[in-house]
């Protein structure tokens, strides 16, 4: 229903909008401005119209603005005034035009998709306008409305959108031809967009397409040459349609066709294509998401943000095409900074992975990995850039632990892509490959390829072909394994290459792989045991050692300063190290010390001090004198010099600077600097000192700082971190004690041993993981970790004193299929304890289902320990959430998606308890305070309660009220009640049950009779009451 005007918010003529949506600025000020226009103009001719806004906009460059504006809105708001208001436009402006410019550019880049159809359609129009006039300009404006048009989208919307803006393009040729860059753009945008035109309904659109791209690309081919290898890749794809067949069979046999200029293929595949024609394919919607998670979401919480983004985007058949241009986009637009590459950043890789396990189409997977793949074939490290080849490489990595199918795809798409892209060219991209191989190591990314290249989880033959075509990388033919840790590759497939186009048929493996990179990560064939890998740790244990070289910096430092960062290099000996470091600060701590010369400085020391930051810091045997030797490293004289030296020492801050230089350099200087100061008896009570550390970095944050190093320390080394965390935890506990974050990165690789030594520490009071006021946050963070972690984490939490009751609430998180260990870890620790009002409400809130016991066992075991306390409870929970309206009962119980209590529940669990009691001699059920409950509800219930729960109300069937008159149909059953079993009659048959009794349960029960009836009867009397 439409909120009425009095209350809704008035509907703007320009965007779409909500009542819950703030009223946009830009069309406030636009309405503000379409007001001044107005008031001017109302009730004058056109000419005394004219004369007046142009008498206005002679007052200066602000009524100058508003006026353009103003005429610019009504000209988008109000059709039939659009043809005057352009042409007092052109009439009174005095800057070419640029006002609107910059307001039709905002309007595409940010509010395009809210855009009214109305406004919509003008726009376009006016830009047909603006292309007419020859506007300065202009062409800027048409590739961002190009920008709009999304791929993968056969809307009717997108589908008019592409047809104007073709129209435009088409009919004002002469003026596209005077701009290279719109010839360019164009070309890549409708070259891509003819994949998704093909169906009989589209053709129409599509041969004006074609028509248009081959016009383009015949008649200025060197203007569209430089789009570089991508407009190969566009044209590899639909070089199936008749006239674009003719222009590919030119462009591979008869290149000086096209161009005088143009020499080959192999000139067109080696440019690099630039960022300006990847990025055009996205809309600036999609462009946004991607950047946001690629900057902004933490690398394990992005599942809601990809489904998101797939809902939004990637849901269709047709939107398989867009997938290429994500990837392209990724790889060569999204080039994060060394320190969101050093965080816990959505990684690249991740994103990638997703996006080929969405896959559900064979062409539309061949061409995502050749889009993945395609900067590698005629990679030069002079010309392109290590960030566009990354990110396959990582996929590959990264996946061959828990999805090895697409590391055996992807591996396999790159061997035979080497013969098969283009025969004639294989020796080149043969060479492509190699050198991103290579690239690759010398950058790092990977330290050695062998144990990705020759890994047991590949099939045998996939491991011989990679043998075969990259032996450099390989080592050697490792035993036969067997068959059941293998991952079969797809069977052999012949790709069709008819013109040189690439057409893989093979069967994807993305059909059964979750598109979790970072949530599931089980073993095919091992699915119960679970474990996480952050790193891939064979690669660290065969790092070569390689000679420091500071070429490139040293020639940059003065004198001084280079004589010494010198024989640093040649010194041979740790003393004679220290001894010149100890100088080096010196220097740098002079007055006259140059601080621009400080990240020169910090790269010498990084790369000299290289060795030091590798293997482990940690003595095997930790004592005093080992701890002390350790801490004896050059780096380390930093270190000591800080600590002797006071904050507002302007030494102080100097070496703060240093260190940070050299921190974004070498980011384990980090957790090294939590080790000094841990460790060095110089450094005792300093560890403040690392905020200030952590302030003076490029992060300048203390938490970022702290998490970012202790998951360093956790990759390289876990006995350093375990040692660390007591140091930790105690020294900043703001940072540390509300983390989920770090307390993950503990449990996901401590051993059992390690585990069991923090437990020790806990206990001894040397640490403290947990407080009252965030435990329950973590523990419910921590059910999405894997089984070990979770049990570890519940291990050190029953470490400490905190009260079970401060984490109870968890029980309306957890499921009982999914949060197993949570499950089994609350139920060891509540049968420990007397139930509390609190833990039964908790317990009875759990949804009834016939496999979960949860609730029934301990229940059953308090009823066994603690029936008279557990009595007053449930009857308690009975009483008032019988006394709730029930249809107030359904809507809490709907408006949550945490588990709620409502009356049925507690019946059904009670019902539950009954049955499971049925065969026992446990008298729960014979308790005063329960029969009194039962009757009470029964009394006001509706029938089909009554009927649903009959056996479980017929218990108190004969249970009469001592306090009010027994009703008709209880009249003659005093005699054999249940009560008079159990003892817990009234008052006057006490002696005689006393008398009669000799079992020691019925002696045991018989103080207790009266305690529990006058409880019970006060409870019921006020109640009635």
């Not at 980011?667 to 300093?686: E, V």
Request: glycine share 4%.
């Amino acid at each position: 229903m439409e909120p009425s005007p009095a209350k809704g918010k008035p509907q703007g003529r320009l965007l779409v909008s909500t009542t819950l949506d703030a009223k946009d600025e830009l069309e406030e000020r636009l309405e503000r401005c379409v007001g001044i226009v107005t008031s001017l103009t109302n009730g004058l001719s056109e000419r005394e119209a004219n004369d007046a806004i142009t008498a206005n906009v002679c007052k200066g460059p602000q009524q100058h603005e508003e006026v353009c504006l103003g005429l610019f809105a009504l000209l988008l708001t109000e059709p039939p005034q659009a043809q005057r208001c352009y042409r007092d436009l052109t009439l009174v402006n005095r800057d070419g035009m640029n006002v609107v410019l910059i307001k039709i550019n905002q309007i595409l880049m940010e509010k395009f998709l809210k855009l009214q159809d109305v406004c919509r359609t003008q726009l376009v129009w006016l830009v047909r306008e603006l292309v007419k006039s020859g506007v300065i300009g202009a062409d800027g404006i048409l590739m961002t409305l190009m920008k709009q048009i999304a791929g993968g989208d056969i809307t009717n919307k997108n589908l008019w959108l592409a047809e104007n803006v073709l129209d435009i393009l088409v009919e004002q040729r002469e003026w596209v031809l005077k701009s290279g860059m719109l010839i360019a753009m164009s070309v890549y945008t409708y070259l891509r967009l003819i994949v998704d035109h093909g169906t009989p309904a589209l053709l129409v659109l599509r041969q004006k397409e074609v028509d248009f791209c081959i016009g383009l690309l015949r008649e200025k081919f060197m203007e569209c040459f430089i789009i570089g290898r991508d407009l190969v890749r566009l044209l590899q794809i639909v070089a199936r349609i008749p006239e674009m067949e003719l222009l590919w069979k030119d462009l591979l046999h008869n290149p000086q066709a096209l161009s005088p200029q143009f020499t080959g293929l192999l000139q067109l595949l080696t440019a690099r294509t630039s960022r300006k024609f990847l990025a055009c394919r996205l809309t600036p919607d999609m462009e946004t998401k991607l950047l946001f998670m690629t900057s902004r979401v933490r690398f394990g919480q992005q599942k809601r943000y990809q489904d998101w983004f797939q809902r939004q985007y990637l849901s269709t058949a047709e939107s398989q095409s867009l997938r290429c241009d994500l990837i392209r986009y990724i790889c060569g637009v999204v080039h994060p900074s060394n320190e969101v590459l050093s965080s816990d950043i959505l990684p690249r890789w991740a994103i990638i992975g997703w996006l080929l396990t969405t896959c559900t189409s064979n062409v539309a997977a061949s061409n995502a990995k050749l889009a993945l793949f395609y900067d590698w074939l005629f990679f030069s490290p002079e010309k392109d850039s290590i960030m566009n080849i990354e990110p396959a490489i990582l996929v590959m990595h990264h996946s061959m632990k828990p999805h090895p199918a697409i590391t055996a795809t992807l591996l396999d798409f790159m061997c035979r892509i080497i013969p098969h892209f283009f025969p004639p060219l294989e020796g080149q991209v043969r060479q492509g490959v190699f050198n991103s191989l290579t690239f690759i190591m010398e950058k790092r990314v990977l330290a050695h390829l062998a144990p990705l290249f020759d890994n047991p989880k590949l099939d045998r033959e996939l491991r011989s072909m990679l043998r075969e075509r990259f032996p450099e990388f390989c080592s050697s033919p490792s035993p036969p394994t067997e068959g059941r840790d293998e991952v079969k590759m797809e069977e052999s497939v012949s790709l069709e290459m008819d013109n040189h186009v690439l057409l893989d048929k093979e069967d994807g493996c993305y059909d059964n792989t979750e598109a979790a990179f970072s949530d599931d990560e089980e073993e095919i064939n091992n699915k119960g045991n679970k474990k996480r890998e952050f790193r891939f740790h064979p690669i660290k244990e065969a790092i070569i050692e390689e000679p420091a070289d500071i070429t490139p910096y040293v020639d940059q430092l003065d004198d001084m300063m280079k004589e010494k960062v010198l024989q640093l290099q040649k010194g041979s000996d740790t003393e004679t190290h220290c001894e010149v470091m100890q100088e080096i600060v010196d220097l740098i701590l002079e007055e006259d010390f140059e601080s621009e010369q400080m990240s020169t400085l910090a790269s010498c020391l990084a790369e000299l001090f290289k060795g030091h930051f590798r293997g482990d810091v940690l003595p095997d045997e930790i004592t005093e004198e080992s701890l002390e030797e350790s801490v004896c490293k050059p780096v380390c004289l930093v270190f000591r010099n800080l600590c002797q030296m006071q904050e507002d020492n302007s030494g102080f801050s100097v070496l703060l600077e240093m260190l940070a230089e050299l921190y974004q350099k070498q980011p384990k200087i980090g957790y090294h600097l939590l080790y000094y100061l841990k460790a060095s008896k110089a450094a005792m009570g300093k560890m403040s000192l690392y905020e200030s550390f952590a302030q003076a970095t490029a992060l300048g944050d203390l938490h970022t700082c702290l998490m970012m190093d202790m998951k360093a320390c956790q990759e390289d080394d876990i006995r350093l971190l375990c040692y660390l965390t007591p140091s930790i935890y105690t020294e900043f506990p703001d940072e540390t004690l509300r983390s989920a974050e770090l307390l993950n990165m503990i449990v996901a690789v401590i051993d059992s041993t390690q585990l069991q030594e923090l437990m020790c520490h806990v206990m001894i009071g040397n640490l403290v993981m947990f407080r009252k006021d965030s435990v329950l946050n973590i523990l419910i963070q921590s059910l999405d970790w894997e089984t070990f972690e979770q049990y570890s984490t519940w291990q050190l939490f029953l470490a400490h004193s905190i009260p079970l009751e401060t984490i109870i609430p968890i029980l309306q998180h957890l499921k009982y299929k999914e949060h197993p260990e949570a499950l089994s870890c609350l139920l060891l620790q509540l049968r420990r304890e007397k139930p509390s009002g609190e833990m039964v409400k908790m317990v009875l809130s759990r949804p009834c289902h016939p496999e979960d016991q949860f609730t029934t066992s301990i229940l059953r075991h308090w009823a066994a320990k603690h029936d008279d306390v557990l009595g007053e409870h449930i009857k308690a929970l009975l009483i008032k959430n019988n006394n709730l309206p029930r249809k107030r009962q359904s809507l809490r119980s709907s408006s949550s998606k945490l588990a709620q209590l409502t009356l049925e529940q507690i019946l059904e669990h009670m019902d539950n308890l009954r049955l499971n009691l049925s065969n026992t001699k446990n008298s729960f059920f014979t308790q005063t305070p329960i029969l009194q409950a039962l009757q009470h509800v029964q009394a006001s219930c509706d029938e089909a309660h009554k009927m649903r729960f009959s056996d479980l109300f017929s218990l108190a069937e004969e249970y009469e009220e001592p306090s009010s008159k027994p009703p008709k149909s209880r009249r003659k059953a005093p005699a054999s009640s249940p009560r008079s079993r159990k003892g817990a009659a009234t008052p006057i048959s006490n002696e005689e049950e006393s008398a009669s009794s000799s079992a020691s349960e019925e002696e045991d029960s018989k103080p207790k009779a009266p305690k529990r009836k006058r409880k019970g009867s006060s409870a019921v009397a006020s109640d009635s009451d």
